[in-house]
């Protein structure tokens, strides 16, 4: 069978699709083609392949392709050797993974001098066939005619036939894939502590017993155990139990015919027994390990990515004025104020905390920024001293004047803030203004468009992740960049205010594109339409049919520009916008217009019905956005630390992580509380995310506070959830996990109530009058 269709074949079999949808895709993007491209413009040519089916495809074309090409390369050394025969060919050829290419090949493999190889230069071969041949004679009795000057002894000659047949059997690729299918059904992982390890590895005392079966090992327990053997704590082992020992050996057996119990036979059980223990169990242990490894990897790759996902399609609070601080005790509360488009507008540092105390300057400022700069929103970062901070700033809102349109304040994650803030982009976006106000204005942002300004920030310091630092890197990467691209191309990017981080993940363009884009935007000034884009340096008719569709231009020449109507399909819309009888601009965001039209009337030979349906989706609402309409989370007042807390208060929160054995939740307090899985719904959830997702705001019930070691229980069934030794165990049996990367800082216990003191002992009236003299001097 030829190698593309034998691929084409096998992944259109995974993904649910036919060869004939595969081939389309596989040449698009073999052509140079995004995927988030051919999924929404060349829908007629993949039948309809989506993101997820295509990205699968994409992992899955390079694995085959190195699987082929592995193929070809064992074919080509077995034929050099003169060894291949029509049945070798057959099983390589019906291989289907690397594993079984590789047992297959081992009998051919080129290795370094063996002791069989030594036995065999020794001529000992003969007596390893004569004891096979003869199973009632005693194998020492046909050993003494194979003694020479080499060999001297009986024994000598034994164990040089044994050498011989260990090779065989673990050359043996039937026998070596009956085996590991045994041991992925039957076989144990065991941890257990290293003596005298036990103080230094106290956060994997979880594991300092533990055994469970390898295939049922989640995610998140394999990757804390596997840190732990990394770190010297732990010793793992994987192998099956007496009885599967047992009958492992026995499958040994088996593969030497083994049925009498004459001489013969009895010493080749021995051998069987000893190749089991000294090579096929080291083997396969080694190799389960490595699967292990590799499963739970992905696993965490996958879990990162979907948070990831779900955080970068969060809710916009739209273009509007918006001041962003970026709280601190004793450096202060750093305040950004940005306009409408991000630019920012004015920096402050406020000191309303010990040591200093100035909480009246503080609020006389803040007011004195909203009057001047009209602000609507104002983001207030979660970490230390946040609830005081968002405490001080209600005070300000609540003396305003009553003519005043209030902004709405929001506590959004501020993760990944400080390492944005000390990045090279962030010295070049901002290179007048101090490391510490850079925090304050990406905050600010964050709440105006978590997308545009959360693609700034490495994947790996957002904090959505688990076990992060334990997987693959460049699998990670690779994993979080199709991410990024595909929610950034699903929610399409304003040309003429998108930043270059977020033009760089558009569809056919990258650093070096989106460098020119901008830089021919700030020489030109705005594109007026998308053709213009042509006129940029490097940008290609390749490039721009790859990116334009995803590209918006609000206002310009050319209406169309605002929506995901691709530029090569506008014929086609001014033939559905010129049967309507109406200017476009007038058509445009009116459905009703459009329910009198039959899409098939509009089928071109280039532009089938789904991009016909897709046309008319745009004009009924152009430029549309995916992302759901903005919520936030409203913390409890007098809730602010850990030690507020009780269990059965019920509170509202953010999902700020979800891991494979549950969600942890923003409740407000510094330190996030964890929702186990079992306590995510009142049925029986096997996935977290089919319940809850990152940036989620959900309400919660308290079930165990623990204060020494900054533990918070929850529980989202309506029966008020688990008891605490549930929630106790239930977090026993979570690991040794990441701590998500919510906060940068967490605050003292006692420091809140300290400055809650500070703050409520200003007079309320006094306050007032201040407030309301510095919004009148704006």
């Not at 040519?45 to 899955?60: E, F, I, K």
């Not at 959830?721 to 990441?738: M, V």
């Not at 409520?760 to 009058?769: E, I, K, P, Q, R």
Request: net charge neutral.
């Amino acid at each position: 069978m030829d190698t593309s269709v034998r691929i084409a074949q096998t992944i259109a079999t995974e993904i649910n699709a036919a060869a004939k949808q595969v081939n389309a895709a596989v040449e698009l993007l073999d052509g140079g083609a995004t995927v988030p491209f051919v999924a929404r413009y060349r829908k007629e040519v993949t039948g309809g392949l989506d993101d997820s089916q295509l990205r699968q495809l994409s992992d899955r074309l390079v694995y085959l392709r190195e699987l082929e090409a592995r193929r070809s390369t064992i074919l080509e050394s077995i034929k050099s050797q003169d060894k291949l025969t029509a049945n070798l060919a057959k099983s390589i050829a019906a291989a289907e993974t690397k594993a079984q290419l590789e047992d297959i090949y081992l009998p051919y493999k080129p290795k370094r001098r063996t002791k069989a190889m030594i036995a065999r230069e020794n001529g000992l071969e003969p007596l390893l066939e004569a004891i096979l041949a003869d199973r009632m004679a005693p194998p020492e009795a046909l050993a003494e005619a194979y003694l020479n000057e080499t060999i001297t002894t009986v024994k000598d000659a034994l164990n040089g036939a044994r050498d011989i047949l260990t090779e065989r059997l673990t050359e043996q690729a039937d026998l070596l894939g009956r085996l590991r299918g045994f041991m992925q059904d039957h076989a144990g992982l065991t941890a257990k502590v290293i003596e005298g390890k036990e103080a230094e590895g106290a956060k994997f005392s979880d594991y300092f017993a533990h055994s469970e079966r390898w295939a049922d090992v989640p995610s998140h327990r394999a990757l804390a155990m596997l840190r732990g053997a990394n770190e010297n704590i732990l010793t793992l082992d994987i192998a099956p139990d007496e009885e599967g020992i047992a009958r492992a050996e026995a499958m040994i057996c088996a593969a030497l015919a083994i049925k009498s119990q004459g001489a013969g036979d009895l010493w080749l059980r021995k051998v069987a027994g000893w190749t089991w223990r000294v090579k096929l169990s080291l083997s396969l242990m080694l190799e389960l390990m490595s699967d292990l490894r590799s499963r739970a990897q992905n696993e965490a790759i996958h879990v990162f990515a979907r948070n990831l996902k779900d955080l970068l399609f969060a809710a916009p609070a739209g273009a509007k004025p918006t001041l962003g601080l970026d709280p601190g005790i004793r450096t202060g509360v750093k305040a950004a104020v940005v306009d409408a488009t991000g630019k920012v507008l004015a920096t402050e540092t406020l000191y309303p905390f010990q040591p200093k105390n100035d909480l009246r300057g503080a609020q006389v400022a803040i007011t004195k920024l909203i009057a001047l700069h009209g602000v609507e929103l104002i983001a207030i970062g979660n970490g230390t001293a946040s609830r005081e901070t968002e405490k001080m700033v209600a005070e300000v809102l609540q003396h305003l004047p009553a003519k005043v349109k209030k902004p709405t304040k929001v506590v959004v994650s501020e993760a990944g803030a400080s390492v944005y803030s000390a990045s090279e982009l962030a010295a070049r976006e901002f290179p007048d203004l101090d490391v510490s106000l850079r925090g304050a204005v990406s905050i600010a942002r964050r709440l105006q468009d978590p997308l545009a300004e959360l693609v700034k920030i490495e994947p790996k310091s957002i904090g959505v992740g688990q076990y992060q630092h334990d997987v693959d890197q460049h699998k990670l990467s690779k994993s979080l960049e199709a991410v990024i691209e595909d929610v950034v191309n699903a929610v399409g990017v304003d040309l003429n205010m998108a930043s270059a981080p977020l033009l760089t993940h558009i569809s056919g363009l990258g650093p070096g594109l989106a460098e020119a884009i901008v830089a021919h935007r700030d020489e030109n000034g705005a594109f007026r339409s998308r053709k213009e884009l042509l006129k940029v340096a490097r940008l290609g008719p390749k490039a721009f049919e790859q990116c334009a569709g995803f590209l918006r231009i609000r206002d310009g020449k050319e209406p169309l520009d605002a929506s995901s109507v691709h530029p090569e399909a506008y014929k086609v819309a001014r033939k559905v916008v010129a049967a309507c009888g109406r200017d476009i601009r007038q058509l445009m965001g009116d459905g009703a217009a459009l329910k009198a039209l039959n899409p098939a009337d509009f089928v071109e030979e280039s532009f089938g019905l789904p991009t016909v349906r897709d046309i008319f989706a745009e004009i009924e609402k152009p430029g549309r956005d995916p992302r759901p309409s903005f919520v936030t989370a409203s913390f409890k007042e007098g809730v602010e630390t850990i030690t507020d807390l009780k269990p059965g208060m019920v509170l509202e929160g953010s999902v700020t992580n979800v891991a494979a054995f549950g969600a942890f939740v923003d409740i407000g307090v510094h330190q996030d509380g964890l929702v186990h899985v079992s306590q995510l719904a009142d049925k029986f959830v096997k996935d977290p995310h089919e319940v809850v997702k990152t940036g989620q705001v959900v309400r919660v019930t308290v079930t165990e506070v623990d204060v020494a070691r900054k533990r918070i229980g929850l529980t989202m069934r309506k029966d008020g959830g688990a008891s605490a030794k549930e929630t106790r165990d239930a977090r026993a049996q979570a690991g040794n996990r990441d701590k998500p990367n919510t906060h940068r800082n967490k605050a003292q216990p006692n420091r809140g109530k300290a400055i809650r003191k500070e703050q409520s002992s200003d007079s309320n009236g006094a306050l007032g009058a201040a407030l309301m003299d510095a919004f009148k001097k704006t």
